[in-house]
């Protein structure tokens, strides 16, 4: 599958960064919770399933139905499948890969985002190396990532002053403690269990719309 006329050109600059969580790997399930996620107004979908099988599986079926809707798909870690499939762009941990090089497999087209932490300067290095949207985080408890270091909102404040890119928070984020990152200088709220984690997946997404339309 190649990118096709329909697909999204440009990372938002706000809304709600949806990404899935590692327990919902039924082709089916996927499908339908992530359909109910962006019927809620996800803007961006994350695809993260570290099951290499599972994850080949469910990835070109997804970037269908995010084609349909208009919403991109980003592949969290994996350059070669997203470039396998087409699909709208990757996410890089520190351990995941070279800005550069995950350009030249994706083209110059494709989304590139940057997991920063609470770093300031590899923010600004993202940046000049070709990023398309920077990440900070964690900046609650959060049941995905429990170890992950924590992010003060001060970083958020900082990075909208030194950085023009997009800016997305993530860690343990709900609709009821989203709101004060966005004031802090966040333009995206990435979040996994609170709309997955939910029986419906739409009505947790809709929760989140007020806090873009407020900012």
């Not at 940057?114 to 600004?124: G, H, I, T």
Request: aromatic content about 6%.
């Amino acid at each position: 599958m190649t990118r096709g006329a329909t697909a999204p050109t440009a990372f938002p600059e706000q809304g709600l960064y949806a990404i899935t969580p590692e327990d919902l790997s039924a082709i089916d399930a996927l499908l339908n919770a992530v359909s109910s996620a962006i019927a809620g107004g996800a803007a961006v979908i994350q695809y993260r399933c570290k099951n290499a099988a599972e994850r080949r599986a469910g990835a070109s079926p997804l970037l269908e139905l995010c084609r349909k809707a208009g919403v991109p798909l980003i592949i969290n870690d994996d350059v070669e499948l997203a470039a396998q499939i087409g699909a709208d762009g990757v996410h890089l941990g520190k351990d995941d890969g070279d800005i550069a090089l995950s350009r030249r497999a994706l083209g110059q087209h494709a989304i590139i985002g940057v997991s920063c932490y609470d770093s300031l300067e590899r923010a600004m290095a993202a940046e000049q190396s070709g990023a398309d949207y920077v990440a900070f985080g964690r900046f609650f408890p959060s049941r995905s990532k429990p170890h992950a270091p924590c992010a003060k909102p001060e970083t958020l404040t900082e990075a909208r002053r030194h950085i023009h890119l997009p800016i997305v928070a993530i860690g343990g984020i709900t609709a009821a403690n989203g709101a004060n990152l966005l004031h802090a200088g966040a333009g995206l709220l990435a979040v996994i269990d609170g709309v997955f984690g939910s029986g419906d997946p739409k009505m947790a997404a809709a929760r989140f719309q007020p806090l873009f339309r407020r900012g």
